[in-house]
């Protein structure tokens, strides 16, 4: 089980999630999210990012963590709105200060900072400006990155551009779920898509032009992901097509990212599913969005199932109501990201890295005073095992990021749910290293070698009659 020498293990969080501290805190401005979360019934409990778990303040305590636990890389994101209050225009220099502060505490302990610039905290100013839906969007998140770049690029070599567009857009604009919790039509979802991919490709342009030392550049999106239901070769092309092909009209279709941001164009199948209501594209549009990239993140929590019907068309197994679930009742599948990076590598041919990827569980401190997640341990495990798979396959995977360092504020779930290795008692902010934590310090530590059985479904219920233990 001997992962290459060079492969990066880190853990993973993101600037609203943890850092609390905003409402005008230190100069910060307010997101989306401090505006969805004084809506009546928006979050779970009512609860907010507001204080979160106090990371802005706590953030040498929680980075000596990291360093105990043995991390050798942290994925963070900044919080547009505590650099630039309105978005745009003046800096609040005690919002830079602090990002610059955590950057030199992390190298002190050995870490290696991989930052992602935007991870769903859109100043509320823009928002009230027209937000994703204002073609001037992609400038204003240019503009914004050029401040970063040029205050942190002589320590920060890694970096993502957007974070889950299909969330921040999809979930966001299309469903209302996700802040800003608005429900626009199909064009003006497409619209919005359009404007972030474009923000994406000018912040890609920034960094080239502005890092202060050769800078790897890379996006973290999430997508829909299919593992076939056998390994039987017609059912292994099937969850191929469903995993490449744009199926439908939500914004979870890996090509409608990946192939404007990776081969200048949108999909045709994609093209012709939305018809009228696909993107307004502008001379030159294509040439920004396409920008040479160094890598692929992988956001990778759950996957569908896919067999082959008699016309060899992909057709989805259900889960039967006993198949393992989450606490946030997301089915387990470790196959995920065997499958997916699979797929992922042979449609685009850049190298991976996974970016998130983790369970949430009802966690709580026991008797003993530590925090005993098993589950935790065999989800890791399992999920870890499909990625020296594909690696063994012939994928190139730079690294792993488990999601979350920290139990959080889980968006519109609110506190409920509990991802991190670290246990967040939010009443006293005391932190808890997880069974968990001391596991994957052990996994690290071994570069993989600790990893169990090797096969990730071993042990696993079959699903409509295939069975995943048969090879």
Same mark, same amino acid.
């Given at each position: 089980m001997q992962f290459p020498k060079e492969f990066v293990w880190g853990a993973a969080a993101a600037a609203y999630q943890i850092e609390g501290?905003?409402?005008?805190?230190?100069?910060c401005g307010e997101s989306v999210w401090d505006m969805s979360c004084r809506q009546d019934g928006f979050v779970k409990g009512a609860n907010t990012g507001s204080?979160?778990?106090?990371?802005?303040?706590?953030?040498?305590?929680?980075?000596?963590?990291?360093?105990?636990? %043995?991390?050798?890389?942290? $994925?963070? @994101?900044?919080? #547009?709105?505590r650099v630039i209050p309105q978005g745009t225009g003046a800096v609040n220099q005690k919002g830079l200060d602090y990002y610059d502060k955590l950057i030199d505490e992390l190298l002190a302990a050995g870490i290696d900072p991989w930052v992602t610039?935007?991870?769903?905290?859109?100043?509320?100013?823009?928002?009230?400006? %027209?937000?994703?839906?204002? $073609?001037? @969007?992609?400038? #204003?998140?240019?503009?914004?990155?050029?401040?970063?770049?040029?205050?942190l690029s002589d320590r920060v070599k890694h970096w993502f551009t957007l974070n889950e567009q299909a969330c921040f857009i999809g979930l966001g604009h299309q469903s209302g779920n996700h802040a800003p919790g608005i429900k626009l039509p199909t064009r003006e979802v497409n619209q919005a898509w359009h404007n972030a991919l474009m923000a994406h490709g000018?912040?890609?342009?920034?960094?080239?032009?502005?890092?202060?030392?050769?800078?790897?550049?890379?996006?973290?999106?999430?997508?829909?992901t299919s593992i076939p239901a056998s390994h039987n070769p017609l059912d292994i092309e099937a969850a191929r097509k469903a995993c490449q092909s744009v199926i439908d009209t939500s914004m979870f279709n890996v090509s409608w990212w990946m192939d404007p941001a990776i081969k200048g164009h949108?999909?045709?199948?994609?093209?012709?599913?939305?018809?009228?209501?696909?993107?307004?594209?502008?001379?030159?549009?294509?040439?920004?969005?396409?920008?040479?990239?160094?890598?692929?993140?992988?956001?990778?929590?759950?996957?569908?199932?896919?067999?082959?019907?008699?016309?060899?068309?992909?057709?989805?197994?259900?889960y039967p109501n006993d198949y393992p679930k989450t606490s946030i009742s997301w089915p387990v599948t470790p196959e995920a990201l065997r499958w997916g990076s699979q797929f992922l590598?042979?449609?685009?041919?850049?190298?991976?890295?996974?970016?998130?990827?983790?369970?949430?569980l009802n966690d709580w401190v026991s008797l003993d005073g530590k925090v005993h997640d098993p589950k935790r341990i065999d989800f890791l495990n399992r999920y870890l095992l499909g990625v020296k798979q594909a690696m063994d396959?012939?994928?190139?995977?730079?690294?792993?990021?488990?999601?979350?360092?920290?139990?959080?504020?889980?968006?519109?779930?609110?506190?409920?749910?509990?991802?991190g290795l670290v246990h967040l008692d939010y009443a006293s902010q005391k932190r808890t290293i997880k069974d968990s934590g001391f596991w994957y310090r052990d996994v690290i530590a071994s570069n993989g070698q600790l990893l169990g059985e090797s096969d990730p479904m071993q042990h696993w219920p079959s699903v409509d009659g295939f069975n995943h233990n048969i090879r």
């Open positions: 501290n905003t409402l005008g805190i230190d100069g204080i979160a778990c106090d990371h802005y303040h706590r953030y040498p305590e929680d980075v000596a963590i990291m360093k105990q636990i %043995g991390l050798q890389a942290y $994925r963070l @994101s900044i919080m #547009w709105p610039l935007f991870h769903w905290d859109y100043p509320l100013a823009l928002f009230h400006r %027209g937000g994703w839906l204002n $073609r001037d @969007s992609s400038d #204003w998140f240019a503009d914004y990155s050029r401040v970063i770049v040029e205050k000018k912040a890609v342009q920034v960094i080239r032009q502005y890092s202060k030392q050769e800078a790897m550049v890379g996006a973290a999106p999430c997508f829909r949108y999909p045709e199948d994609g093209l012709e599913l939305f018809g009228k209501d696909a993107p307004k594209v502008e001379t030159g549009d294509m040439e920004i969005i396409c920008q040479p990239l160094d890598f692929a993140g992988f956001n990778c929590y759950q996957s569908a199932t896919i067999k082959a019907d008699s016309d060899g068309l992909p057709e989805h197994v259900e590598y042979e449609q685009y041919k850049l190298p991976i890295v996974v970016t998130e990827n983790g369970l949430s396959a012939g994928v190139d995977i730079m690294g792993y990021f488990q999601w979350s360092i920290l139990d959080n504020f889980e968006w519109a779930e609110g506190y409920g749910e509990r991802f």
